[in-house]
């Protein structure tokens, strides 16, 4: 099947190979662009290098490959799947991969440890008040550094060549621009954006775990059901 995918222009990467591995075609469409705060980052790695932190958490790519060059002291490192750790790893970081796709299970993943300990969190300006909220009701010191904010594109999603529609993330489809079409399969990457896809009315036909090899392994077994 021919899949888009939404993804920040430029991150797409090795997309197509991995799509590659499970049958597919993958292409990206861009509902949100990227912006940086260069003075939030620089606060982020003045604060980091004077060793204000005991652990650092990164929920997404982006900010790992931002502020990874630019790092000169490693507290304790947790990435959320394996694509930003492999971002932190091409500088040199080595980092602990979260056992899931969501920044829900963070904080049961360092248990105890996260008592009294201060996490610098950079990301993106989307709130995630559940985790910060975890983090102080086991004991820690969350310290969000909003790094980049996300804007809608304003573009019209290229989907009118695709079999489906992978949407990552709740905000690239709450901003997205797109036309449905009732041979369109739609997808979400995980629980957290088909919820929100839910809400708004339009039902996900596969919800994979949080990454994209696990929403194209749901996607196949979908196919394999329907005897595709």
Sequence with gaps: MKVAVTRLQGKEKNDGERCAR?????????PLRSEIRQAEIAAFIFAVNKGEFDGLFFASALPAKIVAPLLKKFPRIIAIGPQTAKELGNFGISCET??????????????????????????????NPSLISAIIDAGGIPHEYRCYCLEPSGELLSIDGADAILFTSTLSFTKAIW???????????????????????????????????????ALNEYLTRRGV
């Excluded at 979260?98 to 610098?120: A, C, D, Q, T």
């Design 22 to 30: 499970f049958g597919h075609i993958c292409y990206s469409v861009h």
């Design 98 to 127: 979260l056992n899931s796709y969501y920044s829900r299970n963070f904080v049961p993943y360092l248990g105890e440890w996260i008592r009294g300990k201060h996490i610098g969190i950079p990301r993106a300006d989307v709130p």
């Design 179 to 217: 036309t449905k079409r009732t041979d369109l399969l739609v997808l979400a990457i995980g629980d957290v954006t088909a919820a929100a896809m839910r809400e708004a009315g339009t039902n996900p036909v596969v919800v994979g775990d949080g990454s994209l090899e696990g929403s194209l392994r």
